[in-house]
Nanobody
Framework: VQLQASGGGLVQAGGSLRLSCAAS?????MSWFRQAAGKEREFVAR????????YYAESVKGRFTISRDNAKNTVYLQMSSLKPEDTAVYYC????????????????WGQGTLVTVSS
């Protein structure tokens, strides 16, 4: 499976941005991770492909929404009320149905898209 992430850019604090991740084939769990400069990659949000169940990191809960479009094999991350600390390279990842919040559980990764939130 190949993943193509897009939608990053520069936005002011409090603004919104939507990331997209198009998959070349069927996946079971898809997640977004992010990595800020000098920090470890961290889990952001996950969606189960078959039932749409979602799970979020506490730091983004209530501000970010992950969703999927089955027909397009695409996952979205709608980010609102963005903060400077959300600045990072965002990666989409695909894994088995039971994949959780650890990056080691995911087999396929997109190339990353940079989100910069200015204060």
């Amino acid at each position: 499976v190949q993943l193509q992430a897009s939608g990053g850019g520069l936005v002011q604090a409090g603004g919104s941005l939507r990331l997209s991740c198009a998959a070349s084939g069927r996946t079971f769990s898809m997640s977004w991770f992010r990595q800020a400069a000098g920090k470890e990659r961290e889990f952001v949000a996950r969606v189960r492909w078959n039932n749409g169940w979602t799970y979020y990191a506490e730091s983004v809960k209530g501000r970010f929404t992950i969703s999927r479009d089955n027909a397009k094999n695409t996952v979205y991350l709608q980010m609102s009320s963005l903060k400077p600390e959300d600045t990072a390279v965002y990666y989409c990842a695909a894994g088995p149905g039971g994949a959780g919040t650890s990056q080691t559980e995911y087999e396929f990764w997109g190339q990353g898209t940079l989100v910069t939130v200015s204060s």
